[in-house]
């Protein structure tokens, strides 16, 4: 069965600092995998996705992830985080019977000024 | 551009009541869809995915009911709500051909069953 950790519950950044955001995935085959953002009371918007090649994934909002098949990792990072940034977020892996998604329990990101 | 709706946004029931909860998408055909229970400071939860009219699958057991009426509308029901039923509900949807996986999400519903 697949099946996502995101081992940090809460993280507390200073804007301007770089953040990554550590995701481990288990699947039995190549995995598909999703970053997700969601802000307080709203759904999920997709940052970026990783489906085969170039490792190193650049999404929205000036996110990237870089996918380790050997650790099986999907960290996301980015240089320079802003207050707007706060928010949860949720690595997802996928590829099952109608594309399923299995979300790990996510990270809140808190940035302080 | 595909856009996916989802009402009420906030809906407050006592305990025992009935429940329908409605999801639409549009600018797309045939999509996979899914419903999903969000419970307070945890991951997502799939309760239910279709793919195609009448076509559900249920994820976990529970108080819950899903259908597909119609290809881009998605239906969650209760015939009798618990106080366990509260979450925040979440629909997507998906490419239902040459899917990779991505799937895209409504604004959610805020059910509080008092």
């Known amino acids: 069965a697949q099946s996502v950790t995101q081992p940090d519950i809460h993280i507390t950044v200073s804007e301007g600092a770089s953040l990554e955001l550590r995701c481990n995935y288990s699947?039995?085959?190549?995995?598909?995998l999703f970053w997700y953002v969601q802000s307080p009371g709203q759904g999920l918007q997709l940052l970026l996705k990783y489906f085969s090649g170039d490792t190193l994934v650049q999404g929205i909002k000036g996110f990237e992830a870089e996918f380790k098949r050997s650790q099986s990792s999907f960290n996301l990072r980015k240089p320079s985080v802003h207050w707007s940034d706060a928010a949860e977020y949720f690595c997802a892996v996928g590829g099952g019977t109608a594309s399923k998604l299995t979300f790990g329990t996510g990270t809140r990101l808190q940035v302080t000024l | 551009s595909q856009t996916i709706h989802q009402w009420p946004a906030t809906l407050v029931q006592p305990v025992g009541s009935p429940l329908s909860l409605e999801c639409t998408v549009e600018?797309?055909?045939?999509?996979?869809l899914y419903w999903y229970r969000q419970a307070a400071g945890r991951g997502l939860q799939l309760l239910f995915y279709s793919v195609g009219i009448g076509q559900i699958s249920s994820e976990v057991p529970q108080n819950l009911s899903a259908s597909r009426p119609q290809d881009r509308q998605f239906i969650l029901s209760s015939k009798k709500l618990l106080l366990s039923d509260s979450g925040f509900y979440l629909c997507?949807?998906?490419?239902?051909?040459?899917?990779?996986?991505?799937?895209?999400f409504g604004p959610g519903t805020r059910l509080t069953v008092t």
């Open positions: 699947y039995g085959a190549t995995p598909y």
């Open positions: 600018g797309t055909s045939n999509p996979n």
């Open positions: 997507a949807w998906s490419p239902g051909l040459a899917n990779q996986g991505e799937q895209y």
